[in-house]
């Protein structure tokens, strides 16, 4: 394929997929059915970084049906895993269960069969929210049916290798005495605690001892219990550092992709799945993680979690999808300020793929509609739907609290910024005004202002500020930016980016008596 030549819809999942499907041909393995997966943590509050990674292994699902081949998207719960450390929030009678399975311990909110699934249910629910279709598969069922259990024995014959394998990529020595096998214990029912010392494998068991054992940054005691534990009837789990590598295998897994927190683990599991099980391990890609405005790490111990179910509160489906396609990789701050600015987007790509915004460059053009289709999950809309600049439904929303959303219907027809109500405009009121009620405070938008047009804005502040009010504001703008030798056109221009983070908007003027003068004075004055 040439360079000049576009890859299906020409997004980075296209190129993803393509690469995907070039190594499978060059394996020379069955194409028939290609199985992504993405794996779910069920030991604390999903947050958007969780979804991202079904979302973007759905992309490529996408991608691959687009080629002409059939894929399905496993969705995994690590539901077998123990926990670590309560989340914030949570009760702290949960601090006796630290170190069990999370799918054995109760739910604390009695609303699910157990702590692991009140997890994986909200990861589930935010993916059927923004439409994402997928095979759910659970921990405790793989190990329960011994789905598993050919790989464990095949894992566990060969611990010495991998044990020595593991400390040399990434230093860890803790395999070369331990399995990396972890026995739930007989008596107490913790999970990292019962560490295996020896394999039977003509018995297919371990035998373990539970101890005192550090987890996180927390030493949790064993009881002393002494046991034997059958790999295919007894429930245990692989350690990470393994256990991707017999799913792959087991599932027949062709693409997961990965946060950077977890690369020695995949290191390790690639080795293990390509020369102990003799599995060549899917094609992967590696993603950054999605970090908190002061740039710590979006996690669930932190408790800066941002979950998809709050974002749904404020922006649409589309707004997520539009942050998990635009781009994999590099880390990115978020917050529930982003919002915004990608309802505003995702109305410009829109324009872009029904040709309401021209662009010059192909190359963009390409590009733009091919995230758009994959926004829209390869299904987008026959027509155009109808805009409203979402800052300006906020700042309406500030102002009218009582009937909001026929009041701001009632101003857009004012204004002339929609021809008639409509339900999907209702619906996006609705969003605006949650965010109007939980945040009085928007992003400033960075705005490269010249000295001259400074000059007139500190003149507008101060007729907006003052007690008298302008007889028309329109007029009043219109002359100070004629008495400053600024363009009027771009004077607006400038007022809009300032007001609603946009180049447009409503005529200008009433608009700023409804939002009130003084309160536009003072956002205006912070870019003087």
């Not at 300032?498 to 003084?518: A, C, E, Q």
Request: a negative charge.
């Amino acid at each position: 394929m040439s360079e000049t030549e576009t890859i299906g819809k020409g997004t980075w999942i296209d190129k993803l997929a393509h690469e995907l499907l070039e190594r499978e041909k060059s394996l020379g393995r069955n194409v028939d059915l290609i199985k992504v997966e993405s794996g779910l943590g069920a030991s604390g509050v999903p947050h958007i970084g969780s979804l991202g990674d079904a979302v973007r292994a759905y992309g490529v699902k996408l991608a691959l049906e687009n080629f002409g081949y059939k894929s399905e998207l496993i969705a995994y719960s690590d539901d077998l895993d123990g926990l670590r450390k309560i989340p914030e929030g949570f009760p702290d009678s949960l601090e006796e269960h630290i170190a069990k399975p999370v799918s054995l311990i109760p739910d604390p909110f009695g609303c699910h069969e157990s702590y692991g699934m009140h997890m994986s249910s909200i990861l589930l629910d935010g993916l059927d929210k923004v439409g994402i279709k997928y095979e759910f598969r659970r921990a405790i069922d793989t190990y329960k049916q011994g789905l598993l259990k050919d790989q464990i024995h095949t894992i566990l014959q060969n611990s010495t290798k991998i044990g020595d394998k593991i400390s040399e990529l990434v230093g860890q020595e803790k395999f070369q005495k331990f399995l990396p096998y972890f026995p739930v214990c007989a008596n107490c029912s913790k999970l990292y605690t019962a560490e295996s010392t020896e394999y039977l494998p003509d018995e297919r068991k371990v035998i373990y001892n539970c101890h005192d054992a550090e987890i996180g940054s927390n030493m949790v005691k064993g009881c002393g219990h002494h046991g034997e534990a059958d790999i295919s009837k007894d429930l245990g789990k692989l350690a990470w550092k393994v256990e991707f590598a017999a799913r792959w295998a087991a599932f027949d897994i062709r693409f997961e992709a990965y946060g950077k927190d977890i690369m020695d683990s995949v290191k390790v599991n690639d080795w293990v799945s390509d020369e102990i099980l003799n599995y060549p391990h899917p094609h992967h890609v590696k993603y950054e993680m999605f970090l908190d405005k002061g740039g710590k790490k979006i996690s669930k111990s932190l408790g800066n979690v941002i979950t998809a179910q709050k974002w749904l509160e404020f922006g649409d489906p589309k707004s997520i999808l539009l942050l998990l396609y635009k781009r994999i990789t590099g880390a990115r701050e978020l917050g529930f300020e982003d919002i915004p600015s990608l309802m505003a987007e995702y109305n410009e790509l829109e324009d872009i793929y029904f040709g309401k915004i021209k662009l010059d460059n192909q190359a963009k053009i390409t590009k733009s509609k091919g995230l758009y289709e994959y926004v829209n999950l390869l299904s987008p809309p026959k027509e155009s739907s109808t805009h409203v600049n979402y800052r300006l439904l906020i700042e309406l929303s500030k102002i009218f609290k009582e009937d909001r959303s026929q009041r701001v219907m009632k101003k857009l027809l004012d204004y002339g910024v929609i021809k008639e109500s409509q339900p999907e405009i209702e619906k996006i009121i609705e969003l605006a005004g949650n965010y109007a009620d939980e945040f009085d405070q928007q992003e400033k938008t960075e705005i490269e202002i010249d000295d001259l047009t400074k000059k007139a804005l500190l003149e507008l502040t101060g007729a907006l500020d003052a007690e008298e009010e302008p007889e028309d504001i329109q007029n009043t703008i219109y002359q100070i930016a004629k008495s400053n030798d600024v363009q009027p056109r771009d004077f607006f221009k400038t007022l809009y980016q300032i007001i609603l983070g946009t180049s447009r908007g409503p005529k200008i003027g009433p608009f700023i008596s409804d939002i009130g003068r003084k309160k536009v004075a003072k956002t205006i004055s912070e870019y003087t």
